[in-house]
Every structure is written in structure tokens, then in C-alpha cells.
């Protein structure tokens, strides 16, 4: 049934064939890596790693589009066409399994699958890289969101940030300094992303049988976890802690937030450190407020569990009609080294999976809050593991927003009833 979805994205448009990159009579063979947009680190690690490779092969790049959706559609239409061309591609986490289900991804040498299992990997990348009990792609580098806050804030609220906070206190905090939350509540995967932390940290998941076909799958939604989850985001929307933008606000929407002088609490990922900064050098912001900013692990929604924070990043999979299978292994692994997981961090902004690659000290310096997204990714949990993710994530963001409307005693039903119905052929998104 799987197949027969991917294969019928085939039917949407008419996808040009490109020639598969094979070894020509001149040259070693050509390993084409599609990677998606970031500022230029993915292909000073490919021009490394063909250097390194001492003529065994060369590896290009191809740019995929810049939002997920759209590189998952272009990455399932080729490879349902066996197109031989994708020998190594940088994938988005919650679409792996939709390519893994019906063979588009080369099975992860033994080997490779040790070294990933030794201990050096942080657990998010590891679960987000594992589909069926099996490890289907390689750990690249692992994002996470923090909670970030303003210490002036917190130093006039008397709230103690080394130990763990709850959601429930951050919003009293804001409440009562009549101050506002970086959080993401536009229509987009970033609400996908906080809905799922929220029913993590609660002990719930939004999927409880992933593995099953379309028409079995069952949602954890009507639960204590999901119905937490519900209220968070239904107080935040409803008091209006997140601002008048918050059914529009993105990730650099909530960072622009927590700058201003309403800022008090974010949660969003490591890339506002650099941006705070550079906005600061700019004149952008004032330039005492870097100063101003600390940071700790994801608030937790019960007060005696530990948060389950987001988990992002990129893992690589090898095409399974690639005419050079064991050579792209041979360069994944040169490019998931620790020393190029450290450098792309301190210049890209994108953490490592790589334990080892936190201890860099151009990364200790660059990030001083490294060993805390560190602690972060080995205790976060990944969205929904499941083929059926787009439709999953689809239902959510339809239902769950504006988070001015969510509802812990209407919302997790609703959602359930609509996703469920898609799934079973018997609604449309």
C-alpha cells in the first residue's frame, strides 16, 4: 500500500531524468551527495572529503529545495523511479521512514552501524536514524531546541534555573512581569514540533503503534499527556503570552520576540545564539543583550519527569540504486567524522550527533551552551516515526492551530478523529 502512495507521486508532475553519475575514463567515479540548503558547510566537507579520498572517488553537490516538504516530494518521486543518479542525501528525520519502508534507502553496513551504537552518538540521532528496530541512516548533526531566558527576568522572579523548570512556571513568570513567550505557533512544522515535545515530556506519543499499516494506526492523543499538551499551548494562545503574531510566528518570528523588551522566555534552537550575537555586533540589538541571555534544558510539563526536547538535525541516507553503494558508505563516514561534525557546528551552527565532537575547543568557545544541547539531544525524542508522517503532521497543524483555539477537552478528539480519517482513506487533508 505504501509503495503504491509514493509510487503515485510519479503521476503529479513529470520529473526529467537525470543521468546516473558513474566513472568515467579519466577520473574516479562521482559520488552526487543532494544536501539541503545551509551556508555553504556541506560542500567544504564534500571538497575535504574528496581530498581525503586520495582519488578513490569525488563527491559533488546538488541543492535540494529549502523546506522539507518539498525536498522529501522531490527525493520520493526520483527514488520511486529508481533514479540511480542519489548516491548520499542529507534527510530531514521524520521522512526517513516514508523512504525506508519500501526499500529507496541501502541497508547501513554492519560496521558502520557499530561505530554509530559505540557511545559517541547522542540517543536523538540515534532514534531519529532508526526505523524498525534497524538503523536505516547515518547520524550527521543533531538539533535540538533549549530554553532560552532573559536572566534579568529571572533573577526578578526568584526563579532558580539550575534545576529544572516547568512550562507552568514560565508562564507564571510572564503573567506576572506582564512579559511575553518565544514559542511557534504559526501553521507550519514548527507547531508540529512543539506539540510533540509537549506530549513527550508528558510520557505520551502521538503515535502509539507506528509501525502499523495506514488504516491501524493509533493516536495517544485522547490522553493525560496529550490533553497537557493542550492546555500549555491553549493558555499560551488563550492569555495571549505569545503575542498578537503568534498564529504567524516562526522560529526567527519568536526569536525577534524574545529580543524585545516584552522578551522573558524562548523555546527554539541553537542557531538564535549566532544571530542574537551578530544582531548585537550590527546595532541591531542593544549590545548588552547577549549579557542578558542564559539558557537550560527544555521546560518540563510534569515537575517530576524529565522534558523530552525536540530533535532536528540532518542524517544521511545512501540511495538503494546508487551504482556506488559501497563507495558512498565509505564517504559518509568521512563525513560524519567528528573533526567535520565540530568545524561544521562552529561554522554552520549545526550541533554535532558526534559526542566526541562537543569537546572541540572552537566549538566550546562559539557555543558556550554546547555541553547543554549536548545533554539535550541525548534526552529529546523525535517526532513521530512513522511512512505516514506528512499526513500526521498535516492533521495536527490543521487542528491544533490557532493556539488561541486549542482546547484539552475538544482538541486531542478533534485531532485524532481527522487524522485517523485521513489515514483511512476516508477524509482528505
Not at 206 to 212: K, L, S, V
Request: charged share 20%; proline share 8%; glycine share 8%.
Amino acid at each position: 500500500m505504501h509503495r503504491r502512495r509514493i509510487a503515485a507521486l510519479l503521476g503529479l508532475a513529470l520529473v526529467a531524468p537525470l543521468a546516473a553519475c558513474a566513472s568515467g575514463p579519466e577520473g574516479p567515479p562521482t559520488l552526487t551527495w543532494y544536501i539541503n540548503p545551509d551556508n555553504g558547510g556541506q560542500v567544504e566537507i564534500a571538497a575535504r572529503c574528496t581530498e581525503e579520498a586520495d582519488g578513490a572517488y569525488r563527491i559533488t553537490t546538488s541543492l535540494l529545495p529549502r523546506d522539507a516538504a518539498s525536498q522529501r516530494e522531490q527525493l520520493a518521486r526520483r527514488l520511486a523511479a529508481h533514479d540511480s543518479s542519489i548516491d548520499i542525501m542529507s534527510l530531514d528525520p521524520p521522512f526517513i521512514p516514508e523512504l525506508a519502508e519500501p526499500g529507496f534507502l541501502a541497508a547501513v553496513p554492519g560496521d558502520i552501524a557499530d561505530d554509530v551504537g559505540s557511545g559517541d552518538v547522542v540517543q536523538g540521532a540515534i532514534d531519529s536514524s532508526t526505523w524498525r528496530d534497524e538503523l536505516v541512516a547515518v547520524p550527521f548533526w543533531a538539533n535540538t531546541q533549549l530554553l532560552w531566558y532573559r536572566k534579568s527576568v529571572v533573577e526578578a522572579a526568584g526563579l532558580d534555573m539550575s534545576a529544572p523548570v516547568t512550562w507552568d512556571q514560565v508562564i507564571d513568570v510572564a503573567q506576572e512581569q506582564d512579559l511575553l513567550l518565544g514559542v511557534q505557533g504559526a501553521k507550519a512544522e514548527s507547531l508540529t514540533v512543539w506539540i510533540n515535545a509537549l506530549v513527550a515530556s508528558a510520557g505520551g506519543q502521538i503515535i502509539t503503534n507506528p509501525e502499523a499499516p495506514a488504516d491501524e494506526v493509533e493516536l495517544g492523543l485522547e490522553s493525560d499527556a496529550g490533553r497537557e499538551a493542550a492546555r500549555i499551548i491553549g493558555t499560551i494562545g488563550s492569555e495571549g503570552l505569545g503575542g498578537p503574531g503568534l498564529p504567524t510566528a516562526d522560529e526567527n518570528a519568536s526569536m525577534a520576540l524574545f529580543q524585545s523588551d516584552r522578551g522573558s522566555f524562548m523555546v527554539n534552537w541553537p542557531f538564535v545564539w549566532s544571530a542574537t550575537n551578530a544582531a548585537a555586533d550590527e546595532g541591531a540589538v542593544p549590545a548588552d543583550l547577549p549579557d542578558d541571555i542564559g539558557w537550560a534544558i527544555y521546560p518540563r510539563v510534569v515537575e517530576d519527569q524529565d522534558a523530552a526536547p525536540p530533535v532536528g538535525g540532518i542524517n544521511l541516507g545512501v540511495g538503494a540504486f546508487s551504482e556506488h553503494v559501497d563507495l558512498a558508505y565509505d564517504a559518509v563516514q568521512c563525513i560524519v567524522s567528528p573533526e567535520n561534525q565540530s568545524a561544521y557546528f562552529a561554522t554552520n551552527g549545526n550541533p554535532p550527533s558526534s559526542i566526541e565532537a562537543y569537546d572541540d575547543a572552537e566549538v566550546q568557545e562559539a557555543y558556550p551552551m554546547a555541553d547543554v544541547i549536548r545533554d539535550s539531544l541525548d534526552q529529546g525524542a523525535p517526532r513521530p516515526q512513522t511512512p505516514y508522517y506528512n499526513e500526521v503532521s498535516s492533521g495536527l497543524q490543521e487542528t491544533w492551530h490557532p493556539p488561541s483555539s486549542v482546547n484539552p477537552d475538544t482538541t486531542p478528539a478533534r485531532s485524532t478523529e481527522l487524522i485517523t480519517d485521513v489515514l483511512r482513506g476516508e477524509r482528505l487533508l
